[in-house]
DNA sequence: CTCGTATGTAACTTTACGGTTAAATAAAGG
DNA sequence: CCTTTATTTAACCGTAAAGTTACATACGAG
């Protein structure tokens, strides 16, 4: 398992079960046997799972009785948005738009191929 | 591996070295030996990396003579902040306001705790 | 054709992941 | 106290990931 917080999030999301809890959790919080209903997985899984989103950051657990609720944690989320932010003008400006970019930055940067 | 297309993409971004490669392709195309210089990795590691990155349809491969050069393919990242951007609301809300908000479309949905 | 450069493939190792079942723990309620 | 419900922990298994080294392939240049 990585350490650094941005990989951690990103495996956890790399996981569609996780994906799914936490579109579940954006519904609002939920316990153990309510994430678990819509899979076909035991139930020691999915609280494997939610270990994994609650190491990354993504969610936190609460107490409630014999209930530890899970509910959504924004910010590791965040983290990710964040850094796709850098790279969104590769896909939002117009191809032709974005080579023209590329080709400009990249005039500094023209050392060639040899190493 | 994953199949699905958003676990890839994920995973993919999971490692940070295939991020630094990322992050590397954004300033421009780059042949593998290009990528491999800041890491303290095989060439074979690197290419690998490479082949991940590709089939989560992060970055194509082209072919100059013996170059092989990496360049990035946007949709892939899109594909992912698309997905984030549904939970948008969570982080970029105050948290008094979420909580108001997620109290509003939980009313529908308050069947109790019992499974 | 041969050499050097660039890259990919094969085989292997170590470690992590995602699942299982069985047993343990926690808390509420007769 | 004993039982039921909710959840976690432990031990285990099979597969995949990430790296290595050694070898193979591709291409251009002499």
């Given amino acids: 398992m990585q350490t650094d917080t941005l990989s951690a999030a990103f495996a956890a999301l790399a996981d569609p079960t996780r994906r799914a809890i936490i579109a579940r959790l954006a519904e609002g919080e939920a316990s153990v046997n309510?994430?678990?209903a819509p899979f076909d997985m035991s139930l020691p899984a999915v609280s494997k799972h939610l270990k994994v989103l609650e190491k990354a950051g993504l969610i936190s657990r609460g107490k409630e009785a014999q209930w530890r609720p899970?509910?959504?944690?924004?910010?590791?989320?965040?983290?990710?948005a964040d850094w796709l932010e850098q790279y969104r003008r590769?896909?939002?400006?117009?191809?032709?738009?974005?080579?023209?970019?590329l080709q400009k930055i990249q005039k500094a940067d023209d050392s060639g191929r040899g190493n």
Same sequence: chains 1, 2.
């Fill in 34 to 36: 309510e994430l678990a």
């Fill in 70 to 80: 899970a509910k959504l944690e924004p910010m590791a989320m965040k983290s990710i």
């Fill in 90 to 101: 590769f896909w939002e400006s117009s191809f032709d738009r974005l080579d023209g970019y």
